[in-house]
Every structure is written in structure tokens, then in C-alpha cells.
């Protein structure tokens, strides 16, 4: 399958009213993209990597009561998770659409990560485009703009991770569900394939 890109209609099935029915819009609408764009992304990022890379869909099984304010695809090294990896995603919130690197909370290399970046601060700064954006935090989707930072900034971030049982990072680029490449399906897949390359030294910095 062709991988055509994302239309309003796609956020918009984030807002629908009540667990059940959000599930249910999600899974019609979003997921059959998100499992395209798996099999897009997948034979690139393991060249770039270096290693095979598995794609897994967001499945929001735990959720009983609240529904899911975002969905994604992730890829990472194991057939079988990847919540425990280093990763990439690409997801969606209502209101835009994030192409990111990530370690959350429940992986082992969080400190490895942590020490990587409270080294290289300064190197991180310079290299990583002022356009991308930071979080702590994948349940929100609010974030810190690359170019706001200094390397004092990226060190306290590291503390944090190092430090803070729940902490977690990512770093990428995020895209308003009004822009216009989205619905582009060629373009964004480039667009994405670029800011995995562009992220790809934070992922390496990970193991």
C-alpha cells in the first residue's frame, strides 16, 4: 500500500467524545496509516541504523477509562517491544503531528543517555536543528524549542533523567495539522526519513 499522508479528519479522531468510540475512530482511521507508514519507514531506518528495525503500532491496551489524547507507530530493534529501547515514532496529537526520537521510562538506558548528553551538551546545541523541540514527558504535548536551549538547559534535562524515577526524553520535530505537507505522502515520508537521520546521533548515544 501507497502511503498517502494524514488529513484533519485523521486528528480530528482524536477528539472524539468517550473511550470506546475515540478507540473505535482511531483504529479506522488512524491505524491502517500508521501500519503503511510502518512498512515505509521500516526498510530505511534499518539502513540508517544499521540493524533490523520492527514497527509497532500504538495498541492503547491499558486504557480503561480515558481515552488516548495521541497515537503512534515506533520502531525499535525488537520484534517484540520497544518500550524498554531507545526508539523512533511518529504520532499524533489532535493538534499536530511529532517525527521523534525517545527513551521513556520504563528503559535501562535512560542513565546511558544521561551521561551522553551532560558530556556533549555543548556538541548537542551546535549539531541539532534549531527547529526541533525537546519534552520530557510523552503523555503532553507541549515541548521546549532546540533553539530556546543552551547546554545548561540539556544538562538539567539529563539530571533529570538520571535522577527522576518517571522521567523520560525525546527530542524531534513536531508538524501543526494545518501544514500543508502532511497530506503530501512523498514528502512527508522524506521529511520524516531526514529527521530520523538528523536524530540519529542521539539514538546511537543511547546504547
Known sequence: MT??????QDFDAL??????PRMESIIAQIRPKLETLGST??????ALCGEE??????????RKVNPPKDTWIAWATSK??????????????STHLFIIFAIIYESPNKAVFSNYLQKHASKA?????GEFYWSMDHMAPEGKLHQDLNSASLKAMAEKLKTV???EIMCGLRLDRDDPLLSDGVKLVETIESTFAALLP???AAF
Not at 15 to 20: D, K, M, R
Not at 81 to 91: N, S
Not at 125 to 129: A, G, R
Request: hydrophobic letters at 40%; zero cysteines.
Open 80 to 93: 517484540r517491544g520497544y518500550k524498554a529501547l531507545p526508539h523512533f515514532e511518529v504520532g499524533m496529537f
Open 53 to 62: 528495525m520492527y514497527p509497532h503500532v500504538a495498541k492503547h491496551a491499558r
Open 41 to 46: 519507514i521500516s526498510p530505511y531506518l534499518s
Open 202 to 204: 542521539l539514538y546511537k
Open 165 to 167: 524515577k518517571k522521567a
Open 125 to 129: 546545541v551546535k549539531e541539532i536543528p
Open 3 to 8: 502511503f498517502n499522508g494524514f488529513t484533519n
Open 15 to 20: 477528539t472524539v467524545p468517550g473511550l470506546e
